[in-house]
């Protein structure tokens, strides 16, 4: 019996172990096995190796459970508190936004007597005027960011892809 | 998937605490075997599976339900234990579980009478339990994934985060060690 044909026979054991093998292949396997003792040994030891991984055992340290429960409900409890301080930062920024739109036009005049009275370039209170309509909404980007710093980081790892 | 993914992601989406509980009691034995593999320390592996749980909780909204829970559950440990690696050697991700670099994803002194191999004499298949100790932790904990904890190849994929290739060659070259450390050779 050639080299070959062995290296074959090894690699459909591991292969049929790990992935699977053709009708074909197992058969093939199949009548190899029977009249060759070296690769039937080596098959069986492949087998067992497998087999000590499905019997081994690890004992469970006492308590484990019961402290990761405890954890993990503390853990909750901590989340909890903090949503009703999110829900409010959200409706202060939304009614804080909506003021903003309403307001607007006369913010807008008041920018323009202030420039007026003061003598300063349009362009500068225009500015002023911009940056006062960003204000709520950069407050509360930089709120969110210190809140998610506050976390621990997000990795790409535990979002799924689906 | 299920309707059972379906449930836990629901559950995850609202962080329901009685699912938390029913899922630690539920996967504790699987996910402590795994980390105990992955880290080859008991106390490390009893942090880790706490810290696994609370991230359950902290990220739970992103499990879809379209894939096993215990693959997304395995990939969160997993990560827990690189970035703790990470931290403690300063080393990149892909160093740390590159198949081929000279020390992937050993955690612990080989020199040293290994914690692995401590919890895992108190067994009564000492021999066995000792070979496996002996496999590079990268090998045996593809070797864990695929015959104790019966993932596909492909959820392996997602929860090492590799390519379908390398859990392949992976698991070849795990169950050649494995085969080999029974044998009483080299493992290696």
């Known amino acids: 019996m050639s080299e070959s044909v062995h290296e074959r026979a090894l690699q459909l054991i591991a292969q049929a172990r790990v992935e699977g093998i053709?009708?074909?292949?197992?058969?093939?396997?199949?009548?190899?096995?029977?009249?060759c003792e070296f690769c039937t040994e080596h098959a069986r030891q492949t087998d067992r190796a497998l087999r000590s991984l499905h019997t081994a055992s690890i004992?469970?340290?006492?308590?484990?459970?019961?402290?990761?429960?405890?954890?993990?409900?503390?853990?909750?409890e901590e989340l909890r508190e903090r949503e009703p301080r999110h829900r409010m930062l959200w409706f202060a920024c939304a009614a804080s936004w909506i003021f903003g739109v309403a307001s607007a036009p006369y913010v807008w005049r008041l920018f323009a007597w202030l420039g007026e009275v003061?003598?300063?370039?349009?362009?500068?209170?225009?500015?002023?005027?911009?940056?006062?309509?960003?204000?709520?909404?950069?407050?509360?980007a930089v709120v969110l960011l210190l809140e998610n710093a506050r976390q621990t980081e997000e990795p790409d790892w535990t979002k799924q892809d689906g | 998937m299920g309707d059972e993914a379906k449930s836990i992601a629901r559950g995850l989406q609202k962080r329901d605490p009685d699912l938390l509980d029913r899922l630690i009691e539920q996967y504790q034995y699987r996910l402590f075997r795994y980390l105990v593999?992955?880290?080859g320390n008991k106390e490390r592996a009893e942090d880790f599976f706490q810290e696994t749980w609370i991230r359950v909780l902290e990220r739970g909204h992103q499990y879809d339900g379209k894939s096993k829970f215990e693959a997304w559950l395995f990939a969160i440990a997993r990560h827990l234990v690189i970035d703790w690696q990470r931290s403690k050697k300063a080393q990149s991700l892909d160093t740390l579980t590159d198949p081929d670099q000279e020390h992937p994803l050993q955690l612990t002194n080989e020199?040293?009478?290994?914690?692995?191999?401590?919890?895992?004499?108190?067994?009564?298949?000492?021999?066995?339990?000792?070979?496996?100790?002996?496999?590079?932790?990268?090998?045996?904990?593809?070797?864990?994934?695929?015959?104790?904890?019966e993932l596909q190849i492909e959820e392996m994929a997602g929860v090492l985060s590799v390519p379908l290739s390398t859990v392949k060659s992976r698991l070849y070259r795990g169950l050649e060690a494995l085969r080999g450390a029974l044998q009483g050779g080299a493992a290696s």
């Not at chain 1, 053709?22 to 009249?35: G, I, K, M, P």
């Not at chain 2, 002996?134 to 593809?142: G, L, M």
């Open chain 1, 118 to 140: 003061t003598g300063m370039p349009k362009l500068v209170w225009e500015i002023g005027f911009g940056l006062w309509w960003t204000i709520p909404a950069l407050f509360a």
């Open chain 2, 111 to 149: 020199k040293d009478p290994s914690p692995l191999h401590q919890v895992l004499s108190q067994e009564t298949e000492q021999n066995v339990q000792a070979s496996l100790q002996k496999i590079p932790a990268v090998y045996r904990e593809v070797l864990v994934l695929r015959f104790q904890e």
């Open chain 1, 22 to 35: 053709a009708e074909a292949d197992s058969t093939w396997l199949r009548v190899h096995l029977e009249e």
């Open chain 2, 37 to 39: 593999y992955v880290t």
């Open chain 1, 59 to 76: 004992p469970l340290p006492e308590g484990l459970v019961t402290r990761a429960q405890f954890r993990v409900r503390l853990r909750a």
